[in-house]
């Protein structure tokens, strides 16, 4: 991640990145240190798998909180505009593939892509070829797999 690069956020994105740090300082952090403590006070640590692997859970979860942090001073939040006819950051978009297969996906930055809630990135291949289409337009996508045909059924 590039740390000077502004980072374009769904208001919904920044809200949900907002609530894993809140969580993350408010609640795990302190667990893990009252765990660590408690595996301290029984003596020596040096053979405890335990107190090793609660000490860097602890370690990657402030790496995580600095990152949320960097993430959050650096976004910019972008807001759909309703009634857009262009696929654009932030737009919900319904296609069809070659199959008949409908999806439906909301265009997000990287920073809070995640295909099981139904966003992709704008700098995936699927993302980078939906931007800028219009409702029955037709775009490639190239895969290990073989080239996708996807049409686009519905903006919103």
Do not use: C
């Not at 609640?27 to 240190?33: I, V």
């Not at 297969?101 to 909301?106: D, F, G, I, R, Y």
């Not at 809630?117 to 037709?138: D, F, K, M, Y």
């Amino acid at each position: 991640m590039v740390k000077d690069r502004t980072l374009k956020l769904t208001p919904a994105g920044k809200a949900k990145l907002e609530d894993e740090l809140k969580h993350l300082v408010g609640k795990k952090l302190p667990e893990l240190s009252t765990r660590i403590a408690e595996s301290t006070e029984h003596g020596d640590v040096s053979d405890n798998s335990e107190y090793e692997n609660v000490k860097e859970e602890y370690v990657l979860t402030e790496a995580r909180i600095r990152e949320l942090e960097q993430i959050l001073e650096r976004a910019e939040i972008v807001e759909h505009t309703e009634g857009e006819s262009e696929i654009a950051f932030g737009t919900t978009v319904t296609i069809r593939d070659e199959d008949g297969v409908e999806e439906t996906w909301t265009l997000v930055g990287p920073e809070e892509a995640d295909t099981r809630e139904g966003t992709i990135s704008t700098e995936s291949p699927v993302g980078q070829a939906l931007v800028g289409r219009h409702v029955g337009e037709s775009t490639s996508v190239k895969t290990p797999g073989g080239t996708i045909v996807y049409t686009v059924v519905r903006i919103d």
